[in-house]
């Protein structure tokens, strides 16, 4: 019994595993196919489709002097236009599709990505770290839920951190309480990024 018990545990668990698989394959998937719109548009000159707000900030930090910071939201823009039978029933509203951020000084560089579906719930979000540790994380999201986070570190002439850092993967169900704070705080940063992203556009309305 208790054998028969141990192998369907480990067939739930290698199920489980291969539908993860098959959800972080169609993000990547949507992330390339989304990324080729942008440079696509870029490359013909259409840089406005898709649309965004693009803006960029000099910060004064203490102890650390000027910090460039530049953020970047792409999104779906949507009418009720054809519907609408005054003005006054018009409307407009927008949907984040990614969200670009990256702050860099002499010392250290960070570059964020974050990217939507079509109805801006929240699939991927990457980090590459340059300066004290230089690494690559990838997390990916399904249903609102973290189910993979991907670390891997690298060597750069920047790293001042000769520290070795191990490369891991790991899926729901294996997450550490470390993983589910970096779950949090990303979820909460892709609902600000969404809510700074209708005020700006609000504000240009």
């Known amino acids: 019994m208790k054998k028969i018990l141990t192998v369907g545990l480990f067939s739930f668990f290698i199920t489980t ?35 965004c707000f693009k803006i960029n900030n000099v910060q004064n930090r203490p102890a650390l002097g000027p910090v460039n910071i530049s953020v970047t939201y792409y999104y779906d823009e949507y009418s009720n236009a054809e519907e609408a039978e005054s003005y006054a029933e018009l409307k407009n509203w ?15 560089t960070d570059y964020k990505e974050m990217l939507y579906d079509e109805k801006g719930n929240l699939l991927f979000y990457y980090v590459k770290s340059t300066g004290y540790e230089c690494s690559e994380k990838r997390f990916y999201f399904d249903k609102g839920k973290l189910i993979k986070i991907a670390f891997n570190p690298f060597k750069d002439e920047q790293c001042s951190n000769e520290e070795e850092f191990p490369t891991f993967t790991r ?9 589910l704070g970096w779950e949090k705080w990303i979820i909460e940063k892709a ?8 005020d700006l556009y609000n504000s240009t309305q």
């Open 171 to 179: 899926y729901a169900g294996k997450l550490t309480k470390d993983d």
């Open 17 to 51: 595993l291969v539908s993860q698989e098959d959800i972080v394959k169609k993000i990547r998937q949507t992330y390339i196919d989304y990324n080729k719109q942008i440079t696509d548009s870029e490359a013909e000159g259409l840089d406005y489709l898709p649309p």
């Open 191 to 198: 609902q600000k990024n969404k809510q700074l992203l209708n």
């Open 94 to 108: 927008v949907t984040l599709r990614k969200a670009v951020y990256t702050e860099g000084m002499p010392s250290y």
